[in-house]
Each structure stands twice: as C-alpha cells, then as structure tokens.
Nanobody, 125 residues
Framework: QVQLVESGGGLVQAGGSLRLSCAASGRTSNSKVMAWFRQAPGKEREFVAAIRWSSGSTYYTDSVKGRFTISRDNAKNTMYLEMNSLKPEDTSVYYC??????????????????WGQGTQVTVSS
C-alpha cells in the first residue's frame, strides 16, 4: 500500500503562485508514476500533470503548460506542483495519485492505483 498526503493549497489572487506537495509513505517503491489531478465543483476530475519517478519525464495538460511545473524529490518521497500565473479557472480540489506501472504517463483516473485526500486551491479574480 502507498499513502499519499497533499498539502500547500490555499487562497491566492489571480496571477499569484502556490506550491503543492504530495508526500508518499508506505511501499513507495511501488510508485512508478505519480500525477496531479483536479476537480472543480460540478465537474469531473481531470488530469493536470504526471511524472515518471525514475527518469523525471513529465507530461502536462495543455491548459497548464508554461504555468505549472511538476517535480519530485526522491530522497523525501515527495512530489511537487509549482503553480504560477494562477487563474480563477484553476480553482479546484487538487489530488495526487500514484501508479504501480512505469508506463504510460497516464492521463486517466483508471491509470492510477492510489489517491490522496485532496487539497483545495482557490484563485480569486
């Protein structure tokens, strides 16, 4: 089992920045790919970014390219999402997820085996 705990959410003005963290514990060696998803009220959960733990390869959804950066710290078993130039439409609960498979850098909910509880990000206009 892998446990995931997100932190770093909050309220920020449009144009501001936040950094989310996702700390993994348990059988962290099972986490081959990790990702961030988000879910706004009344909407489906959507993919944001993914990273392959071994190589650091990344993949982003188009709407966050150039604004968000996903990274990981192997020694701390922690994944990050640096969010810059935030927009009101980025307001969501952000979830981290982990997959036991090295491929693909999945964008679907079913590509991931473990999930955190989420952290709220609110961007005011």
């Amino acid at each position: 089992q892998v446990q995931l705990v997100e932190s770093g959410g909050g309220l920020v003005q449009a144009g501001g920045s936040l950094r989310l963290s996702c700390a993994a514990s348990g059988r962290t060696s099972n986490s081959k790919v990790m990702a961030w998803f988000r879910q706004a009220p009344g909407k489906e959960r959507e993919f944001v970014a993914a990273i392959r733990w071994s190589s650091g390869s990344t993949y982003y959804t188009d709407s966050v390219k150039g604004r968000f950066t996903i990274s990981r710290d192997n020694a701390k078993n922690t994944m990050y999402l640096e969010m810059n130039s935030l927009k009101p439409e980025d307001t969501s609960v952000y979830y981290c997820a982990a997959s036991t498979r090295s491929y693909p850098l999945g964008t679907r909910i079913n590509d991931y085996d473990y999930w955190g509880q989420g952290t709220q990000v609110t961007v005011s206009s």
